[in-house]
């Protein structure tokens, strides 16, 4: 069965810190799709990344950058020098090949960045 | 583009009474999709669509109807609302099934009292 787990319930950081938002998932699919998605205060969500299984080549996007280990089976996103801005809930998300139609989501991480 | 737009914004219930949330999107998106958002659960997939005519479940379907009649709009029934329904509502689409980005709406806040 498909999960994905978010340990950290909430994170507080003082700006400018680096902090790493963790995801571990279990599928026993071996084709699949992890995404992050992000929900400010304003309560709508936005996708920020989408990662297939076969691609395990870390992503960096401006302050953002995200470590795929499957050996692990991790997805971990890091923020680095946070802002303000970036205080939101995360989610991980998950999407095996052989059920596309389901994006299962972890309970998310709620991130507080403090100036 | 509006994207995914959905009505009403807050909706109160009184227990046993029937409503629609309705979802409508104009991406000529052939997947939709509603979630549920509760606290320290994360989003659930409650029904989704792949395409006009075509439904179905998701992870907790009970108490929700939806119909696909067209490609813009997907409605979510409430049969008899229950305090249980109590919760955040997210429609999502996207152009294919759930292996691509979703866009989401602003959400419903429903309260059943």
């Known amino acids: 069965a498909q999960k994905v787990t978010q340990a950290q319930t909430e994170i507080s950081v003082v700006e400018k810190e680096d902090v790493t938002l963790d995801c571990v998932y279990e599928t026993r699919d071996t084709t699949y799709y992890l995404f992050w998605y992000k929900q400010p205060p304003s309560g709508e969500l936005v996708f920020l990344i989408r990662?297939?299984?076969?691609?395990?080549q870390n992503e960096i996007s401006g302050r953002y950058s995200w470590n795929f280990q499957k050996s692990t089976s991790s997805f971990n996103f890091t923020i680095t020098a946070s802002q303000v801005v970036d205080s939101a809930v995360y989610f991980c998300a998950l999407s095996e090949a052989r059920n596309t139609d389901k994006l299962i989501f972890g309970t998310g991480t709620r991130l507080q960045v403090f100036p | 583009n509006a994207g995914v737009t959905q009505t009403p914004k807050f909706q109160v219930l009184k227990t046993g009474q029937s409503m629609t949330l309705q979802c409508a999107q104009d991406m000529n998106h052939e997947y939709m999709s509603w979630y549920r958002q509760d606290p320290g659960m994360g989003l659930r997939l409650i029904h989704y669509s792949v395409g006009a005519g075509i439904t179905d479940q998701g992870e907790v379907p009970n108490g929700y109807n939806v119909s696909r009649s067209t490609t813009e709009d997907f409605p979510l029934r409430l049969l008899s609302a229950a305090p249980s329904q109590t919760s955040v509502y997210f429609c999502?689409?996207?152009?294919?099934?759930?292996?691509?980005?979703?866009?989401f709406g602003p959400g419903t806040r429903l309260t059943v009292t």
């Open positions: 999502a689409s996207s152009y294919q099934p759930a292996a691509r980005e979703q866009y």
């Open positions: 990662r297939n299984s076969f691609d395990e």
